[in-house]
């Protein structure tokens, strides 16, 4: 690893702006830079499901002189930034952390994955130690609802490992478990009528809409499973009793039998009390993604703690309560792993990165590539 040019290329990466559909001008940046590596660079067709600019990059770096192309190492990360993600201008601090100017958010999320995995590839090509072939995936639209990865070409995939570096938590974090998740909306309706004259002709979709947000559990339901109601409209006017009301929210659980009892009793609740009121509900579920969860004692988990704790990087292993490209990938012929890379406040303007952990998020993909041809891992 290339301490200065790791940095450097960091930086370059978060100067460009790429806001969820506009990944295009980054996408030319990282294809050119893994192509001057010896990577193959193709870019997919998701572009016409995605509304992108540019579809998914997809490359590959040839194993090593003498390696068999038996199994491929993804690794991946996402390309968009959220906002306000233009024009961000990288300040490195005294104290080694590298923030936004403040005005706009720093784009760790995901880049501070795109720089370790653009060095990976440099060193190993530079190198002349073993290692296998590398498959590289930056996927578009990850932070409107992982829409590149979901939409990803698959075809070239045979169940191979891949390491998502997207997750704060230091480098030697390993997420074993991200949640199904689901959504709704739910349009109440009731019957308007006059508020002064005549109340006793109406039903309000308000209060039928508020008795079953009384009525559903909000919040932590229990370590893996959270519900949230996240908006509400209703209502025309102050003197006409309202007719219409919807809520929209959301619900997230480890498991599928969980999930389905959580949906069930979300949507009985809702519909008890609408008829309770004399209204009626139309709800329209949506499935965002999948969940998935691996156990610690997976192959797989134990190379990654392993290859951290040689490095004397914390190796701690758990659940999420958030999704990711893994939780489609995983769906698309690959194992995915998601991976800290000690990226911090993400999603505001205090957004920080510690160039410390940018190096060891690079320390320890190196490790995982090389110790994967060493102990043979993929055959
Ligand atoms: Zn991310």
Redesign the pocket.
């Known amino acids: 690893m290339n301490a200065q040019r790791l940095l450097e290329t960091f930086c370059d990466l978060v100067r460009i702006s790429s806001p969820s559909k506009e990944e295009a001008e980054v996408a030319i940046w990282c294809a050119a830079a893994l192509k001057e590596a010896g990577c193959t660079v193709r870019f997919d067709e998701s572009a016409v499901t995605t509304g992108s600019d540019t579809g998914n990059l997809i490359a590959y770096l040839p194993p090593s002189p003498g390696v068999e192309e038996t199994a491929t190492l993804y690794f991946s990360a996402?390309m968009d930034t959220v906002n306000p993600g233009r024009g961000i201008e990288p300040i490195i601090g005294e104290d080694g952390i590298i923030r936004s100017t403040g005005e706009t958010v720093l784009g760790g999320?995901?880049k501070s994955g795109i720089a370790p995995i653009i060095e990976l590839v440099r060193t190993l090509a530079e190198g002349n130690r073993p290692h296998p072939r590398i498959g590289v995936l930056l996927s578009t639209c990850?932070e409107i609802g992982l829409l590149g990865a979901a939409a990803m070409d698959n075809a070239q995939f045979h169940d191979e490992p891949c390491f998502v570096l997207?997750a704060g938590g230091a480098p030697g974090y390993v997420i074993i478990g991200s949640p199904f998740h689901h959504t709704y909306k739910a349009t109440f309706t009731g019957k308007a009528s006059h508020a002064g004259i005549l109340p006793e002709e109406g039903i309000s979709a308000i209060m039928l809409a508020g008795k079953a947000i009384v009525a559903m559990e909000q919040g932590r339901l229990d370590a893996f499973t959270t519900a949230n109601v996240g908006t509400i409209v209703g209502g025309l006017a102050d003197n006409i009793v309202p007719e219409t009301c919807m809520i929209s929210g959301e619900f997230r659980a480890m498991e599928p039998a969980r999930r389905d009892y959580v949906q069930a009793e979300m949507e009985a609740r809702m519909r008890e009390a609408a008829a309770t009121g004399g209204g009626s509900v139309e709800i329209i579920w949506k499935a965002e993604y999948e969940g998935f969860t691996i156990s610690e004692d997976d192959p797989l988990v134990r190379f990654v703690l392993d290859t951290a704790r040689e490095l004397g990087l914390p190796a701690d292993a758990a659940f999420s309560g958030g999704g990711?490209d893994a939780n489609f990938l995983n769906s698309r012929g690959l194992r995915p792993l998601v991976l800290g890379t000690g990226m911090t406040e993400v999603h505001s303007t205090r957004e920080a990165l510690a160039i410390r952990d940018l190096e060891d998020t690079c320390r320890l993909i190196e490790a995982l590539a090389y110790n994967w041809q060493e102990q043979r891992m993929g055959l």
């Open positions: 996402h999320d995901d990850e997207d990711s």
